[in-house]
Each structure stands twice: as C-alpha cells, then as structure tokens.
C-alpha cells in the first residue's frame, strides 16, 4: 500500500466511441480498479469521444481536445495506455496519442526535465489475433522516449484465438493469466510511482 496519494490517468484507444462496448475500455477499468487497491484514485477517458487533433504540438487549436487531456495527465502519477491490435499493431488512435506525447520533448521545468519524467507508465492490450507483445513494446518504447518510466512488468494483456471473434468483452469471466499480470503491472507501478514521487530524477544537465 502506498502511503503517497497517487492519482493515475487511462487513456482508452479503442476506435469506438461511447456508449459503444469495448474490450479494450473493460481492461482498462480492470486495471484502474486494481491500482485502487493500492490506493490510487484515477480516471478514464476515451480517446475517441474527445476532439484531439493530429499533431505533435501541445495544442493544436481550434477547439483541440488535447490540451484537456494532457493536463489530466500532468496532473497524474501513472499513465495507462489501453489499446486494441489491429493489424498485428497499435491502433490508429494510441498511435495518434503517442505522437502528441511528442511535444513533451520541448516541455520542461526550472531544472530542465520533462514535466512528464517522474510518471510512470502502463500497458494494457486486448485483441483476438497475434501480436500483443510487439504492441507492449511499441507503445512503452514510444511513452520511455517522451518521459515516461516503466517498472517491472509495466504490461497486462488478453488475446484470443487466432482468427476467431471471440472478444475480451464476451467472456464469462477474466483468465487468471490476465488478471495476475494486472494485479503484477498494477503493484508495481504503485511502488515505482511512490519511489519517484520521494525521489525526484536529478536535474538536466
């Protein structure tokens, strides 16, 4: 248990909005209910159900919806990327959000880190083909190189038979498989999280 007020942030990116059902949204509110057994408060926002512009600027303009967005994220301790595989890969809409992580790399504070360093970072991925692992590295490679820390075992992941249709969503109840790596990825996030919090990374040079 932490004894650090956390709070995390999940961004779904499913390609459906809202009210629509999603595999990937039911993950993602499995694993914001087990970081709340450590004590973390959070929320979640469909990606989809926003305005958020391409771009890799901080605010695109025009009514853009990522500024929103990322400042619930800065306000955050954990980050949480859910996303569905097509196509053996992230989709389109995590793939969107990570390129405005890019604008991270031009954001920093008084002692020249970025305002994203400190956050760590979590997986969650559902799909019913192959190709869950290069999805984990994917998205924690891209969330590494804009500020983000990972802890061991950052990632939690369901997918089903090789081109059948079975979805996550359809399941009578949650593998033991998945629902270990959550509880893994969601405990060590926490401890990650509050070790940052009391420890700061040191300043840029």
């Not at 500020?147 to 089903?160: H, I, L, R």
């Not at 109840?173 to 509050?194: G, I």
Request: charge should be negative; glycine fraction near 8%; aromatic fraction near 4%.
């Amino acid at each position: 248990m932490s004894d650090v007020s956390l709070r995390a942030l999940v961004l779904v990116c499913t390609l459906k909005p809202s009210p629509a059902e999603s595999s990937s949204q039911l993950l993602a509110e499995q694993v914001i209910e087990e970081l709340g057994t450590h004590g973390v408060t959070g929320e979640i926002i469909r990606v989809v159900d926003h305005d958020v512009r391409f771009g890799v600027t901080a605010d695109e303009g025009d009514g853009d919806g990522w500024p929103g967005i990322r400042a619930k994220m800065l306000a955050s301790d954990i980050l949480v990327v859910a996303t569905p595989i097509w196509m053996g890969q992230p989709s389109s809409v995590c793939k969107m959000t990570l390129e405005r992580l890019d604008a991270e790399l031009g954001e920093t504070d008084d002692e020249g880190r970025m305002l994203t360093e400190g956050k760590v970072a979590m997986v969650a991925v559902v799909g019913n083909e192959d190709g869950a692992h290069h999805t984990v590295a994917e998205v924690l490679q891209a969330l590494n190189d804009t500020g983000f820390t990972a802890a061991s075992t950052a990632a939690t992941y369901w997918v089903g038979e090789a081109m059948q249709g079975t979805d996550y969503l359809e399941l009578e109840k949650t593998p033991e498989k998945t629902a270990s790596a959550t509880q893994a990825a969601a405990r060590n996030a926490v401890h990650l999280a509050t070790l940052l919090r009391n420890a700061p990374y040191p300043a840029s040079a």
